[in-house]
């Protein structure tokens, strides 16, 4: 009987509960309370990062493949996911600043532009450049330079549009992944045409808004934690702090969608 038990999948073997709980360990001494908050934080930010990038590849395959509904819901889905981002800042703002400061020591060089799944979301959504990945492990950068050799998000959107029987200018469509997408005027009178004569198209082209612009939330939210945090202190790590996470607000990733908003 308790060797049937033991071979039963429960909700605890399935989860790995036992693994995850032990993945949470406290440097400070003490340890100091709230550095439980932040380590939860993280890891369910990186648990998130996970999934958005899942979730991104997914989609992905649905607008090549001319799947509108899938693709509706998969980048609702994403949408929602940056809400869930965006309000877990809400949890880290009940630590104060003397809170924070009581392990932040502890941390040494360790920081947030070290997460690789991070950078990996980043070069879906289209970031092309060398200094994305060259801090990180060369394994990691072998895995992002293939995610930037192929289509971004965008290019998968430009493919959909293709199949719907979208002329797009051929500099665009067959440029080298590798370099980053530039706003383009040819193209933005195509997504003028989707909107006044495809509502299909056009509400894909929405929900790429949506997720614009929940990652525009997000970076603020994040760069007014930290701000409210540690000030304009050096952050961990050796980056700038505040100043570089300045850098990256409002930087749309899809700049095409914003800049035919004045034109309707």
């Given amino acids: 009987m308790s060797d049937n038990y033991e071979s039963a999948l429960t909700y605890t ?3 790995a509960v036992d693994d995850l709980l032990k993945l949470q360990k406290p440097l400070s001494d003490g340890p100091e309370h709230d550095e439980m908050l932040f380590i939860i934080i993280h890891q369910t930010y990186e648990l998130w990062f996970k999934q958005l990038i899942h979730e991104f590849q997914q989609a992905q395959r649905a607008l090549e493949s001319g799947d509108t509904h899938y693709a509706l819901s998969i980048l609702g889905r994403i949408r929602t996911i940056m809400k869930v981002c965006v309000a877990q800042v809400d949890i880290l703002e009940t630590m ?3 809170q924070f400061n009581a392990f932040r020591g502890y941390l040494s060089s360790s920081s947030g532009f070290q997460s690789a799944q991070f950078r990996k979301v980043e070069a879906i959504l289209g970031r092309r450049d060398s200094r994305m990945a060259g801090h990180l492990p060369p394994d990691i950068q072998a895995e992002i330079k293939e995610i930037t050799s192929g289509n971004s998000i965008w290019d998968s959107f430009l ?3 293709t199949k719907r029987g979208y002329s797009l200018p ?4 067959g440029r080298k992944k590798e370099v980053a997408y530039e706003s383009n005027a040819a193209v933005q009178d195509v997504l003028l045409t ?6 299909e198209s056009a509400m894909v082209s929405e929900r790429l808004v949506d997720i614009d612009e929940g990652i525009q ?3 603020y ?7 409210r945090t540690i000030g304009h202190k050096m952050g961990t790590g050796g980056s700038s702090g505040v100043e570089y996470l300045a850098s990256t607000l409002f930087n749309p990733v899809f700049k095409d969608l914003w800049e035919i908003r004045s034109r309707f």
């Fill in 170 to 173: 051929a500099d665009v469509v």
């Fill in 13 to 15: 073997s399935y989860l």
């Fill in 217 to 219: 939330e997000w970076r």
């Fill in 221 to 227: 939210r994040h760069v007014k934690m930290v701000e």
């Fill in 159 to 161: 493919d959909y549009l």
């Fill in 96 to 98: 104060t600043p003397l």
């Fill in 194 to 199: 989707v909107h006044q004569t495809d509502p």
